[in-house]
């Protein structure tokens, strides 16, 4: 594995390399199935090879039982794609979540992704027993020091050398009390976060105003700041996250403009009012990866297109983003 | 206070159904407080089984007594020679008073009449919120007072998880975010430092996680002082 850390780099993976060599970079989200069919990830990871820098294979997203991050990584790691694994605290304790991570590098797992872990409430097992021994903070300290000084987090030394992990973290700008957001993302920093991934983005003065005192604290020039976006499906959808999804802002703007996109268009002409849906919720998002990209610290994209990765390339290629740049190896040493 | 809530007359009824003869034993103390076990809600279900189980075609003998505190031997001993008149006890006491009766009487099967919920207390007449989940290691020191172990749903240590929007946590809008509250108790007693700190792993060991606990007071013990009485040594 010393091969990975060579030039100084911590993990060597593909989105570290273009993050330090200062490229915008961009990260999609691919959702595992809720069963066991190795083509489903195939077929998603096809729409997203070449097209981002790294995908986040999400952990029991929302609660619902897919299948494991690791495992779906894994196969994107046989495809020559890279994943960012994400782990929650939700389910596993400590020992649970170090012993998959020394599995995931073992399987050539570079990016790992830190989180606390939607309620166990929103999704298919509300009546399970949740964990939480560790918070995401604890979480990115404890992959830190497992990286950096070879150790479990009991203090115990980890037989070989410690996993070259990218580790990263999310933020959410958007959720209360605002004043403390950037004061938690400094803690994230601190603890060892050398990427960062932020909620959906639909108010843009809202997190203009939150990357000022993140830039005003220094902390861009510490993390890479990735800005959250995706392609809104519906007038619905842009409603429901406007209205129902807790920490999550969606200025009006947007839901006007996904109500308009469809005017004229006879509520019984299904497939025209889902194309024109699609097509404006596209051009939303690329319009605001363009806005994105102009404020100060903003060092790449994260694009959450939910059950629509197809949607990916084309945001990406509209938005400019397209070809990637590559820098060392194209692909990560496993 | 321990807080708690009646069960539904159907499992009652359940838990009950093979006596002929029962004894309910309601609890002087935190269930008093809290409306669900005291005498008064001992009588109510008292009355309400008497009649019920008449009208289910097979009344039941059924009797109440409430002590002073379920969870403490001197005030349940007296029970014993009034229970061989009957063949189960329903307690109204929390866990532990249930717990406590059948310790103490072990020919006695004994039911819960209640579900234990929390250790809270009434926020307003007639609402009973969580406060403590008696982790072992208290820091509320750290948290400006406010115990993020039983208020936060993630029990998270280090601030407010991307869920929380005007002071709701998002499991329900009927929950506080506790480290909403936090952060402004913090702010208003000028402490906002301390939850900049990063907060390590907590040691679940102290808690419910280590197993059963047992707390130990040498210097109570009736045994350690007749030894120290004695001169024997400690
Ligand atoms: S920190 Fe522990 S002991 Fe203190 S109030 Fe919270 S649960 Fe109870
Ligand atoms: S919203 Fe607040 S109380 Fe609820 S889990 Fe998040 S931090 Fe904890």
């Not at chain 1, 690329?286 to 949607?311: P, Y």
């Not at chain 2, 349940?76 to 020679?81: G, H, S, T, Y």
């Not at chain 2, 809270?120 to 919120?129: F, I």
């Amino acid at each position: 594995m010393m091969e990975d850390r060579s030039n100084g780099y911590k993990s060597g993976s593909n989105l570290e390399r273009l993050i330090r060599a200062g490229h915008f970079v961009v990260t999609a989200e691919l959702g595992p199935p809720k069963g066991w069919q190795r083509e489903v990830i195939e077929r998603k990871a096809k729409l997203l090879r070449g097209v981002v820098d790294a995908v986040n294979i999400t952990d029991n997203q929302t609660a619902i039982v897919r299948m494991s991050s690791i495992a779906a990584g894994r196969i994107l790691v046989e495809l020559g794609l890279e994943p960012i694994i994400q782990m929650t605290c939700r389910d596993r304790n400590r020992l649970g979540i170090q012993s998959d991570l020394l599995g995931a590098a073992a399987l050539g797992i570079r990016n790992v992704l830190c989180l606390t872990g939607d309620h166990q409430s929103f999704g298919n097992h509300p009546t399970a027993k949740n964990v939480h021994d560790l918070d995401s903070i604890q979480l990115v300290q404890m992959v830190a020091r497992m990286r950096d000084e070879g150790i479990f987090q009991c203090g115990e030394a980890i037989k070989g050398g410690g996993p070259p992990f990218f580790i990263g973290a999310a933020a959410n700008p958007f959720g209360d009390p605002f004043e403390f957001r950037p004061y938690r993302l400094a803690k994230k920093v601190a603890a060892g976060a050398d990427f960062i991934q932020t909620q959906l983005v639909f108010d843009i003065p809202r997190f203009k105003e939150y990357m000022k005192r993140v830039v005003d604290m220094g902390l861009h020039e510490k993390v890479a700041i990735l800005a959250g976006v995706g392609p809104l499906k519906s007038t619905g959808m842009a409603r429901y996250m406007r209205d129902r999804v807790p920490g999550m802002r969606v200025a009006d703007e947007y839901v006007e403009r996904m109500k308009a996109a469809v005017a004229g268009i006879p509520k019984e002409d299904k497939a025209a009012r889902r194309e024109a849906w699609r097509a404006e919720g596209i051009r939303i998002c690329v319009e605001q990866i363009h806005q994105l990209r102009e404020i100060e610290g903003v060092a790449g994209i994260h694009i959450m297109a939910i059950e629509w990765e197809e949607a990916v390339p084309v945001i990406v290629k509209e938005a400019g983003l397209y070809p990637r740049p590559t820098v060392g190896e194209a692909v990560l040493k496993t | 206070m321990i807080v708690a809530e009646q069960k539904p007359l159907e499992e009652i009824k359940e838990l009950i159904a093979d006596a002929e003869r029962v004894l309910i034993v309601g609890c002087g103390t935190c269930v008093t407080v809290c409306f669900a076990g005291g005498a008064k809600e001992a009588a109510i279900l008292g009355s309400t089984l008497r009649m019920a189980t008449r009208l289910d075609g097979h009344g039941k003998a059924i009797d109440e007594v409430t002590v002073q505190r379920q969870c403490e031997w001197e005030y349940i001993d007296p029970l014993e020679a009034r229970l061989d008149d009957y063949d189960l006890i329903l307690s109204l006491g929390c866990g532990i008073g249930v717990q406590t009766l059948a310790e103490r009487f072990p020919d006695k099967p004994v039911v819960p009449g209640l579900n234990t919920v929390f250790m809270g207390l009434p926020v307003e007449q007639g609402v009973w919120e969580e406060r403590c989940q008696a982790c072992g290691d208290c820091i509320l020191g750290l948290t400006a007072g406010i115990c993020p172990i039983a208020r936060c749903s993630k029990q998270l240590l280090n601030g407010p998880c991307g869920g929380s929007q005007d002071g709701r946590c998002e499991v329900d809008e009927s929950i506080p975010c506790a480290w909403q509250l936090i952060y402004e108790r913090a702010k208003a007693l000028g402490r906002l430092d301390k939850l900049l700190e990063i907060q390590p792993p907590k040691d679940w060991s102290k808690s419910r996680d280590g197993g059963p606990r047992r707390v130990v007071r040498e210097d109570l013990r009736l045994t350690h002082r007749v030894a120290e009485v004695a001169g024997g040594e400690r």
